[in-house]
Nanobody
């Protein structure tokens, strides 16, 4: 069973919105710090947003005020609400789990007119 499965990526116009989801299995979700990372072509994977087991959040400066990370412990699901999307947000987005360290397969987000 794949431990982290992302969904919700796609093609959106600048200024649009998307919501990514990540369903987690194989661990106690509620006790895990979770996050979203992204990797654009030719660039290194970079942190987008993190959320602690208690719900504290941390964001990359480039997405503050536009993206919101959240978690539903009853559904073992992590979310990333992305608003006011820009072409620079185009990347493959990966779900991250801290313990054990695990990555999802990635979901493509393309922001283009």
């Amino acid at each position: 069973q794949v431990p982290l499965v992302e969904s919700g990526g796609g093609l959106v116009q600048p200024g649009g919105s998307l919501r990514l989801s990540c369903v987690v299995s194989g661990s106690i979700f509620s006790s895990n710090a979770m996050g979203w990372y992204r990797q654009a072509p030719g660039k290194q994977r970079a942190m987008v947003a993190l959320i602690s087991p208690g719900g504290s959040t941390n964001y990359a400066d480039s997405v503050k005020g536009r993206f919101t990370i959240s978690r539903d412990n009853a559904k073992n699901t992590l979310y990333l609400q992305m608003n006011s999307l820009k072409p620079d947000d185009t990347a493959v987005y990966y779900c991250y789990r801290s313990n054990p360290v695990s990555w999802g397969q990635g979901t493509q987000v393309t922001v283009s007119s």
